[in-house]
């Protein structure tokens, strides 16, 4: 019988690459999102899209009834620039939305929930290479709530046996819109670079946080998710692939794109955000338990992105404009 995929919140950033990867596998996916159904040159036609609001318990029920996923890729959620403009909508949908997914899945006997948490789950204090296991400390909104969401996944697996798995991703950077996250001046040298020639970052050059080019996260999220459960030590995983400061960012991005020119000017609120996450993550356990590695260094993203955000500008030079 063909795998079933539900995926949440797959109008963002990762759930159309994830689509594509999964269909690609062979397995039956469905899409749902509060947004409508993308256009064609995004999601092949014959995707089945629902619309699906995660904070409405009944509609989980009544989707996941209808559908009868046998693996659910839980992605809905508000990141963290954007959900420090309106935490209680972001609290709403983070940690309501999760407890209905889960709560969905443990009436359905789903049998597998693969969930999506971050650096953000993170705090000041952190030792310069940070493991699995340190105090979780979030300054903001969407790291409490993924923190949450992390600890009710482990809470459904121990007391109800559902096979919850969850990644912490580095921040994720692919050619298409990203979704309000700090970690997104790293995107916007090479999307304002192709399509300006310039960028001031709302970061200080020497910032460091880890980063992770789209593919190596997605394939991320499959290998996980079709791990062996008695090989998994945990729910919950780092997993790391390169961690360069703002500034190596930008001269990766200057190979690629001669002349362009970055600078930078530190927001103070969006700088203390990046402050607090880790500049380093170790994912010993990933690699030790389900076999992880990453495939991409940065001049490797920057050699295929590149190319790849060229096209998208040619055909749609409006898409990554934006105000800010
Ligand atoms: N990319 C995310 C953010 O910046 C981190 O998980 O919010």
Redesign the pocket.
Known sequence: MTTRCLVTGAGGQVGLDLIRVLRARGFDVHGSDIAPRPGPAQLDDDVPWHSLDVTDADAVESLFSKVRPHRVFHLAAI???RGEEVPQRTYHVNQTGTVNVLETCRKLEVERVIFTS???VFGPGLPELVPDDVPLQPTTM?GVTKVAGEMLGDYYWRRFGLDFRAVR?P??ISASLPGG????YALFMYTDGVRLGHYEAFCRADTRIPLMYMPDGIRALVELSEAPRGSLRRSTYNIAAFSPTAEQIAASVSTAIPGVKITFAPDAHRQAILDSWPRVLDDDNARQDWGWQPEFTLDQMTEALVPKIRALIEQNPELFERDH
């Open positions: 990141l963290s620039a971050t650096i953000a969407y991703f921040g994720l996250g700090t970690s997104d």
